[in-house]
């Protein structure tokens, strides 16, 4: 069974910066994706940055150029930058894992906890 550990996360000001972390525990395909999802109160929740098995990156275009997402060499670990924080990134953050799915290809099948990220104006 995959297991999804997330650390991280906090209380800052506008213009402030935190780091999440990551760990992924278990027997997955590592060309599928890793990523951080975000759900604000009473929004659904959104996907804002992943990374492919190749390393490529995707970040939602209200991130672009202050969060940036890397990973340790086994691809097991992912981090998430967070800088010039505003206070709509304020929403619980969540690590998620895609599985193997045969020919469906990957999906997003394992999720941590989540991690509260509140930004004060």
């Known amino acids: 069974q995959v297991q999804v550990m997330e650390s991280g996360g906090g209380s800052v000001q506008a213009g402030g910066s935190l780091k999440l972390s990551c760990q992924v525990v278990?027997?997955?395909?590592?060309?599928?994706?890793l990523g951080w999802f975000r759900q604000a109160p009473g929004k659904d929740r959104e996907l804002v940055s992943s990374i492919s098995g190749d390393g490529t990156t995707f970040y939602i275009d209200s991130v672009k150029g202050r969060f940036i997402l890397s990973r340790t060499a086994d691809r097991n670990t992912i981090y998430l930058q967070m800088n010039s924080l505003k206070a709509e990134d304020t929403a619980v953050y969540f690590c998620a894992a895609e599985g193997f799915k045969g020919f469906r290809g990957c999906r997003w099948d394992f999720w941590g906890q989540g991690t509260q990220v509140t930004v004060s104006s």
């Open positions: 278990g027997d997955r395909e590592r060309s599928c994706k």
